[in-house]
Nanobody
Framework: QVQLVESGGGLVQAGGSLRLSCAAS????????MGWFRQAPGKEREFVAA????????YFAVFVKARFTMFRDNTKNTVYLQMNSLNPEDTAVYSC??????????????????????WGQGTQVTVSS
């Protein structure tokens, strides 16, 4: 049974930082690209960041603007999202997801939520002004 479990969310003031973790089990982690998506109240879920299987390519949504970094540790079956300079617009439930898809147009593939095979339950991030 595949499980993706997010942690690290919470309440932070504007300008602060959080590191989200996503621990995977029940799958061969190194075979999967990993993504982070978020959903704010009343809004559609949107792509935040993704990393390919080997961890040598990382993709971000435009709104990230170099504030976030993403990396993975295949020895721990865990992927991380380091978020800095947070602002209230970043308030959302952040979910990680795993994808077996590969291809030349990696950003297009990994920024599309329908290309993901497994999802975590999400962790709440709240940024106060």
């Amino acid at each position: 049974q595949v499980q993706l479990v997010e942690s690290g969310g919470g309440l932070v003031q504007a300008g602060g930082s959080l590191r989200l973790s996503c621990a995977a089990s029940g799958l061969t982690f190194s075979n999967y690209a990993m993504g982070w998506f978020r959903q704010a109240p009343g809004k559609e879920r949107e792509f935040v960041a993704a990393i390919n299987r080997g961890g040598d390519s990382v993709y971000f949504a435009v709104f990230v603007k170099a504030r976030f970094t993403m990396f993975r540790d295949n020895t721990k079956n865990t992927v991380y999202l380091q978020m800095n300079s947070l602002n209230p617009e970043d308030t959302a439930v952040y979910s990680c997801a795993a994808s077996l898809r590969t291809g030349v147009f990696e950003y297009r593939i990994l920024s599309t939520e329908t290309n993901y095979d497994y999802w975590g339950q999400g962790t709440q991030v709240t940024v106060s002004s």
